[in-house]
């Protein structure tokens, strides 16, 4: 029999903690790796640590803070808003329940729309390092095959058995990126559209992994997301993802042959070869200290645009 969820517990702590004001946000914000400073640019922010909410595990990955902020985000008044300061993933040992649980409080706070953010490796030669991606779908292998987020009982009775993914990620959320990125002035380049893979880490992809990816049709690959993604719309959230492109995930034409090497260096004609790329999580939270900043405009005009398209009241 699962641990009951202690969701009577978190919102009364929860409300403890905070004013009035910023008791029913709207919207939520999840921050991936290295990109928690998107909290400089809420007002009257209030932050409630991970430990001191039930349910809440500790977040153990450098680059995530453990922490909610509340506060107001956008022009004017500006919009109630929580974000997570720092996410759980499956790879640092945290059950399903566990990765998700803040989804699910913040849709009981009131939440109805939910940013997403994430650092992920490119897949696409045409989605260079530094790119944001508007997330379309995504590959989710873990999903297909036994490590689903939502296998066993319904958390609520209220939730479908058979969750639909069709339209997982809204097209009214994604059209506001777009808009937020004209509004900023931003590049063509700065901004993508594409497929996420979801691995469960927390090893990197070999190269062969990489390949197997990429012809399945993903353009970037993390280890985190889907799961969120998927506890947000059984509790009928509108979702959407942007994913900072932190790396390449390295998919040669083909491999270096050792045999060669021995070969050409026993014959005395030694070949020298290009040292190969290998991705770090310095390198990974370095892009995105780099790309922060664009990040927190881009969410902040997303959370300004929000209340003007009726659909996503
Ligand atoms: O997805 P976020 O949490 O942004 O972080 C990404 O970066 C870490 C690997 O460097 C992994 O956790 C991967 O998922
Ligand atoms: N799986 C995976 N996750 C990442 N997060 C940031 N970069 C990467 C990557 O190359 N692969």
Redesign the pocket.
């Known amino acids: 029999m699962a641990t009951p969820l202690p969701f009577v517990q978190t919102l009364e702590a929860l409300t403890s903690f905070l004013p009035e004001k910023l008791k029913k946000p709207r919207i939520g914000i999840v921050c991936?790796?290295?990109?928690s400073g998107l909290v400089e640019s809420f007002r009257e922010v209030v932050i409630v640590p991970y430990d001191k909410l039930p349910g809440f595990a500790k977040s153990t990955?450098p680059?995530?803070k453990s922490a909610l902020a509340f506060g107001l985000l956008g022009a004017g008044e500006g919009v109630p808003v929580v974000a997570m300061l720092g996410?759980f993933?499956p790879?640092e040992g945290h059950t399903f329940p566990t990765v998700v649980y803040p989804i699910r409080v913040m849709a009981k706070l009131g939440v109805k729309n939910l940013i997403i953010?994430?650092?992920?490796g490119s897949l696409n030669p045409a989605i260079p390092v530094g790119t944001i991606v508007v997330i379309q779908d995504h590959l989710a292998l873990p999903n297909l095959t036994g490590m689903n987020p939502l296998l066993g009982p319904p958390t609520s009775p209220n939730h479908p058995r058979f969750l639909p993914l069709s339209d997982a990620y809204s097209p009214s959320l994604r059209r506001l990126a777009f808009l937020a990125a004209h509004r900023l002035s931003l590049s063509r380049n700065a901004l993508a559209e594409g497929i996420y893979a979801w691995v469960s880490?927390?090893t990197?992809e070999t190269p062969a992994e990489g390949r197997l990816l990429r012809k399945g049709g993903a353009d970037v690959v993390?280890?985190?997301?889907v799961p969120e993604v998927v506890a947000a719309r059984e509790e009928g959230l509108n979702v959407m993802v942007m994913s900072l492109v932190?790396n390449f995930v390295v998919i040669p034409d083909t491999y270096r042959s050792i045999r060669e090497e021995v070969e050409a260096e026993l014959a005395g004609k030694p070949v020298e070869l290009p040292v190969a790329h290998v991705?770090s999580?310095d390198e990974?939270l370095e892009v995105g200290r780099e790309k922060a900043g664009v990040m927190k405009k881009l969410v902040e005009s997303i959370v300004e645009l929000i209340p003007t398209v009726p659909e996503l009241h």
């Open positions: 991936g790796s290295g990109l990955v680059g995530h996410r993933h790879y953010t994430n650092a992920s880490g927390p990197y993390g280890m985190s997301t932190t991705v999580h990974v």
